[in-house]
């Protein structure tokens, strides 16, 4: 975000000067002037947020029909005060310019052309019209008005207009919700649609990509226009402040949020929820000290597939078709609660799907009892909640404050139930080296997830297992797939058909469980090193650090449910193997190297594993023991982590990072259990998925 105290500078204007400086940039954020005596505000059209700028702009009365001028970076407008053109600097501070030939009258519509540097100003009447000034220093027309046609004939009920980037037309809309495009080389005006909403629309504006958006006085309401369109009509896009006197400006050549710009919270449903500024999806200017959900909240200016800041919503109980269910609200302070849960699971929130509305809430946990519809569709769906401080929210567009966390979960038929490792709002981190049967660098980052597993059961039968997390970081130089093993669940008992596998949202057409093997297991990603897309040669590890995470889930049916005592259940048993046709170390056979595995420390491999690994360079493992995969000291060469674990940089050893690990691991945990807690931060790579 471009702050505008960073666009005012240090240099502020000195009495001895002629003329402020200009802003230093061409914001993104617009630029809107209210009241009687005029005070600046900067408007956030991506939130509506608008916070003060200048209440004192050196005049005693109004400023109207402002502009923002590509040409030069000032501020025009018509000051009621000197009845005259006035420029605003970065100081904000009002300057008179004296025109020549200028009506003896205020005007509260005008704009600077992106085209030509010039400011238009109008007002309909036959004594009036519409003008033009030349703002070109070198112009011997500077400042001189020119009469381009009368009100008479230009006539149309408008309280301002804004120049699209790639033309010299101004566009407005009047008060009955006509939008009108102007000519401003010879007055001539188009009436092009009804776009919907009608009031006085003080402020009007257009970004870089020439789209409108229009303020209403009435109510603050910031619509956006596809002015491109066959049909444009204006979408709410943000509530912003209302007043009786408003007029708007901002730097059309500028987009509407910048690329930096932190301060919003996103949803992260699918897109056909609402998710981007494109969809016009939810989202909110965030306070960490003001109102938000659960403990923390963040933003980002696009959205992310999984928002790590979504905590303030706890289910206390499952979702089941025609029952009560219990959920738990933690907020950060006052505040209303708003929620849509799409029941009839059609990808969209239904206007009749909003299942919570301006419920208030108070600091701290909020308990409330909600009702499954009987007619619910079974099976996983998506929710929003959208914390506000007022009660008036939809289901998208933008909030100056709060906070927006979406979450899936599953709806069930009555009768069954659901267990969740390690919960159904939590994860573990796995973390894996891929050296074995070597110690090698032992930085713990060449395959590290985030996990979970999901059981539905009827009865005491388990009938469907969910696995899901995110794939953080990819440190190895080997290729190396990752997979789960459903110890005792035979293959045949799985419904392959109707498995559903997808990697970062997109549906897999590979098939995810294996073939040859008489249990169950499950391929989750087939190559981690070719699940990425990066400009750094590892994943997250050395550079790149920024990079989104890879989500994957997978969703396995079983044909033969299985009797809950003896299915797997719980962690399962993740790990990774190496991929076939490439090279994996001295130990591996190329052509083979999916007999290759490293599971969790004391964890038996599967049976596509090549035993005759086993006791190779540092590894002590020993069937009869049930010792797997560690070293003589105990040292594992898999973890799991019940936290957002931040792993070790590439080349910085586990115990260079975690300084209390190896004594943990050397004393089978009696000493140091919550090592990883203790982070060398500058040797770490945060994660907060």
């Known amino acids: 975000m471009k702050n505008y105290q960073a666009l005012i500078g240090i240099g502020l204007f000195s009495s001895l000067s002629v003329q402020a400086a200009p802003f230093d940039t061409c914001p993104s954020k617009a630029f809107l002037v209210q009241d009687t005596t005029a005070r600046l505000y900067g408007v956030n059209l991506v939130s509506g947020s608008a916070p003060e700028l200048e209440n004192d702009m050196g005049t005693s009365s109004k400023v109207n029909g402002i502009g923002f001028s590509v040409h030069d970076r000032y501020l025009y407008g018509w000051g009621y005060e000197a009845g005259t053109l006035v420029r605003i600097g970065k100081d904000f501070q009002v300057e008179a310019l004296p025109l020549s030939g200028a009506p003896n009258q205020n005007f509260y519509v005008g704009d600077v052309s992106v085209q030509e540097n010039s400011y238009y100003f109008y007002r309909k009447g036959n004594d009036y019209g519409l003008y033009r000034i030349e703002l070109d220093e070198t112009s011997a027309a500077y400042l001189q008005v020119a009469k381009i046609i009368n009100g008479g004939l230009l006539n149309l009920n408008i309280f301002d207009l804004a120049f699209h980037p790639d033309t010299n037309d101004a566009y407005s809309v009047d008060s009955s919700g006509i939008l009108h495009q102007i000519d401003v080389t010879d007055g001539s005006s188009t009436a092009l649609i009804n776009v919907g909403q009608s009031g006085t629309f003080g402020a009007v504006y257009f970004d870089v990509e020439g789209t409108f958006y229009i303020s209403r006085n009435s109510d603050g309401s910031i619509f956006r226009i596809d002015v491109s369109s066959d049909s444009p009509q204006a979408e709410l896009f943000a509530s912003g402040p209302a007043s009786g ?45 003001g109102l938000f959900l659960g403990s923390i909240v963040n933003g980002e200016s696009t959205p992310k597939s999984v928002d790590d800041s979504d905590d303030g919503v706890e289910f206390i109980t499952g979702f089941e078709a025609g029952l009560d269910t219990l959920i738990r609200v933690t ?83 009555p009768g069954m139930s659901t267990t969740y490792y390690p919960g159904a709002g939590s994860w573990v981190t796995l973390a894996y080296e891929d050296l074995w049967p070597e110690i090698g660098d032992y930085d713990f980052n060449d395959v590290v997830v985030n996990y979970r597993t999901t059981i ?54 590979s098939v995810a469980l294996e073939a040859g093997r008489s249990e169950a297991i499950l391929v989750v990603i087939p190559d981690t090193k070719r699940a990425y897309s990066s400009a750094c040669t590892y994943f997250r590890t050395n550079g790149c650090e920024s990079d989104p995470t890879i989500s994957f889930k997978i969703t396995l049916p079983l044909s033969t449910p299985i009797d809950s005592a003896v299915a797997p259940s719980g962690l399962l048993d993740p790990f990774i193997f190496a991929v076939n046709g490439y090279a994996h170390g001295d130990f591996v056979n190329i052509n083979n190297a999916r007999a290759w595995e490293v599971h969790l420390k004391n964890q038996e491999p599967t049976e596509a594993f090549d035993t005759s690994l086993f006791e190779k360079a540092d590894d002590v493992s020993d069937s009869s023991l049930g010792r ?29 990072a975690y300084p209390l690990f190896r004594d943990f691991a050397e004393t089978a945990g009696s000493l140091n259990s919550t090592w990883f807690n203790s982070p060398q931060g500058v040797n770490v790579i945060t994660n907060s998925n």
């Open 331 to 413: 907020s950060s302070t006052e505040g209303y609660l708003n929620a849509w849960f799409d029941w009839n699971q059609n990808g969209e929130f239904d206007e009749d799907e909003q299942t919570i509305t301006s419920e208030a809430l108070e600091a701290g946990e909020n308990y409330i009892l909600l009702e499954v519809p009987s007619d619910a569709t079974v099976g996983d769906t998506w929710m929003r909640f959208r914390a506000t401080e007022s009660t008036d929210v939809g289901v998208n567009g933008g909030v100056a404050n709060g906070e927006v966390e979406d979450y899936q979960e599953n709806v069930t038929d």
């Open 628 to 656: 797997y995969f560690q070293t003589a000291t105990g040292l594992p060469f898999a973890m799991e982590m019940g936290v957002n674990w931040s792993h070790p940089k590439e080349n910085i050893d586990l115990n260079t």
């Open 245 to 289: 006197n408003n007029d708007g400006a901002r730097c059309a050549t500028a987009p509407i949020i910048d690329e930096d710009d932190t301060t919003i919270d996103f949803g992260d449903a699918p897109s056909s929820y609402g998710l981007s500024l494109a969809d016009n999806g939810a989202r909110h200017e965030f306070d960490s000290s």
């Open 456 to 509: 539905n059961k009827v009865g005491s039968s388990v009938i469907r297992y969910v696995i899901e997390g995110q794939l953080n970081a990819v440190g190895a130089g080997y290729h190396n797939g990752f997979a789960v093993r459903f110890k005792n669940l035979p293959r045949g008992y799985v419904n392959e058909g109707l498995i559903r596998h997808e990697i970062d949202g997109a549906l897999q057409s």
